[in-house]
C-alpha cells in the first residue's frame, strides 16, 4: 500500500517513464514485447510454483478458485497480451526493472497468501461477497481486454501516432482500460477477502489512476475536439 500511494505522489510530478512518456532518461530502451512479457511472468511463475508445493490451504477449492483468476490474468498479461501490442513505444530500463520487481513481490504476496494463508469457511464459493467480487473481477477483465483492444486498433499497421479513442468504456473515461483493472483487483480483494489482495487493489488504483489522469490532462492538450465530458477514469466521478 505505502508502494502505492508512493508511487502516486511521484506520478504527480513525473509521468509514469513508458508507452507516450517513454524517455531515454531512464535507461536504454527495450523493446514492447519482449519487456512486457519478462516483467509480468514473475506474477505468473512465482504463484504457480508456491500453488505446486502448497498444502492443504492451497488445495482447498475457494482458494483454488481465487488462484486460478489471478493466474488467468496473467496468462494473458503476460503470454497474450504482448503478442498483441502494435508498434509499441519501447519501455525504458528503469521501467522495467520495477515492474518486473512488482510482479516478484506481488506474485509472491498473492501466491503466499492464497496457498498458505487464506481459509474460507465452507460454502465461501455462494457467499454473496464471493459471488459479487468475482462479477466485479470478470466484468473488469472483459472492460480491461475490450478497452486495450479498442486502443491497439486505432493504429493502422506501421502507424506509431495516437488517436482519441472512441467506443465502450471510453466514451465515459479516458482510462477505460486502467477502469478495467482497479475494477478487476478490486472485485478480486472483495471475492478473496485478504489483506494482501487489498493492498494489490489500492496499489492498482494508486498506479492506474495517476496514469489515467496523466493520459488525461495529455489528450486535453494535444486533441482540441477531446471529448470535454470524459471523465478521466472513474465513470460519471473522476
Ligand atoms: P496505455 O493505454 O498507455 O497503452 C496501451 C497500448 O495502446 C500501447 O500499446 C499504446 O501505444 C496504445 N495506445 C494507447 N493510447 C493510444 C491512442 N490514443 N492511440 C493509439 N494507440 C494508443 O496502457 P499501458 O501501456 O499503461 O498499460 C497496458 C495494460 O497494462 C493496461 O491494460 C493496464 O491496465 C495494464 N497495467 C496494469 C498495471 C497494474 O498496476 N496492475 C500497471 C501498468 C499497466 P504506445 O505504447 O505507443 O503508447
Same mark, same amino acid.
Given at each position: 500500500?505505502?508502494?502505492? =500511494?508512493?508511487?502516486?505522489?511521484?506520478?504527480?510530478?513525473?509521468?509514469?517513464?513508458?508507452?507516450?512518456?517513454?524517455?531515454?532518461?531512464?535507461?536504454?530502451?527495450?523493446?514492447?514485447?519482449?519487456?512486457?512479457?519478462?516483467?509480468?511472468?514473475?506474477?505468473?511463475?512465482?504463484?504457480?510454483?508456491?500453488?505446486?508445493?502448497?498444502?492443504?490451504?492451497?488445495?482447498?477449492?475457494?482458494?483454488?478458485?481465487?488462484?486460478?483468476?489471478?493466474?488467468?490474468?496473467?496468462?494473458?498479461? =503476460?503470454?497474450?497480451? $504482448?503478442?498483441?501490442?502494435?508498434?509499441?513505444? $519501447?519501455? $525504458?530500463?528503469?521501467?522495467?526493472?520495477?515492474?518486473?520487481?512488482?510482479?516478484?513481490?506481488?506474485?509472491?504476496?498473492?501466491?503466499?497468501?492464497?496457498?498458505?494463508? =487464506?481459509?474460507?469457511?465452507?460454502?465461501?464459493?455462494?457467499?454473496?461477497?464471493?459471488?459479487?467480487?468475482?462479477?466485479?473481477?470478470?466484468?473488469?477483465?472483459?472492460?480491461?481486454?475490450?478497452?486495450?483492444?479498442?486502443?491497439?486498433?486505432?493504429?493502422? $499497421?506501421?502507424?506509431?501516432?495516437?488517436?482519441?479513442?472512441?467506443?465502450?468504456?471510453?466514451?465515459?473515461?479516458?482510462?477505460?482500460?486502467?477502469?478495467?483493472?482497479?475494477?478487476?483487483?478490486?472485485?478480486?480483494?472483495? =471475492?478473496?477477502?485478504?489483506?494482501?489482495?487489498?493492498?494489490?487493489?489500492?496499489?492498482?488504483?494508486?498506479?492506474?489512476?495517476?496514469?489515467?489522469?496523466?493520459?488525461?490532462?495529455?489528450?486535453?492538450?494535444?486533441?482540441?475536439?477531446?471529448?470535454?465530458?470524459?471523465?478521466?477514469?472513474?465513470?460519471?466521478?473522476?
Amino acid at each position: 500500500m505505502a508502494v502505492g =500511494a508512493g508511487s502516486a505522489l511521484l506520478l504527480c510530478f513525473i509521468p509514469m517513464p513508458y508507452g507516450r512518456y517513454s524517455s531515454r532518461r531512464f535507461g536504454w530502451l527495450l523493446p514492447a514485447r519482449p519487456a512486457w512479457a519478462l516483467q509480468e511472468l514473475p506474477s505468473l511463475l512465482v504463484p504457480l510454483g508456491l500453488a505446486a508445493c502448497g498444502g492443504a490451504v492451497a488445495a482447498a477449492r475457494p482458494n483454488r478458485v481465487l488462484l486460478g483468476c489471478f493466474l488467468l490474468h496473467y496468462v494473458h498479461r =503476460a503470454l497474450i497480451f $504482448p503478442l498483441l501490442i502494435r508498434e509499441g513505444k $519501447p519501455t $525504458p530500463f528503469f521501467t522495467f526493472v520495477l515492474a518486473l520487481l512488482f510482479c516478484v513481490f506481488n506474485g509472491y504476496l498473492q501466491g503466499r497468501s492464497l496457498t498458505t494463508y =487464506a481459509t474460507y469457511p465452507p460454502g465461501w464459493l455462494g457467499d454473496s461477497r464471493f459471488i459479487t467480487g468475482f462479477l466485479g473481477w470478470l466484468i473488469g477483465m472483459a472492460i480491461n481486454i475490450h478497452s486495450d483492444h479498442i486502443l491497439r486498433n486505432l493504429r493502422k $499497421p506501421g502507424e506509431t501516432g495516437y488517436k482519441i479513442p472512441r467506443g465502450g468504456m471510453f466514451e465515459y473515461v479516458s482510462g477505460a482500460n486502467f477502469f478495467g483493472e482497479i475494477l478487476e483487483w478490486f472485485g478480486f480483494a472483495l =471475492a478473496c477477502c485478504t489483506i494482501e489482495s487489498l493492498a494489490f487493489a489500492l496499489c492498482t488504483l494508486f498506479i492506474l489512476g495517476s496514469r489515467a489522469r496523466q493520459h488525461h490532462k495529455w489528450y486535453l492538450e494535444k486533441f482540441e475536439d477531446y471529448p470535454k465530458d470524459r471523465k478521466i477514469v472513474i465513470p460519471f466521478l473522476y
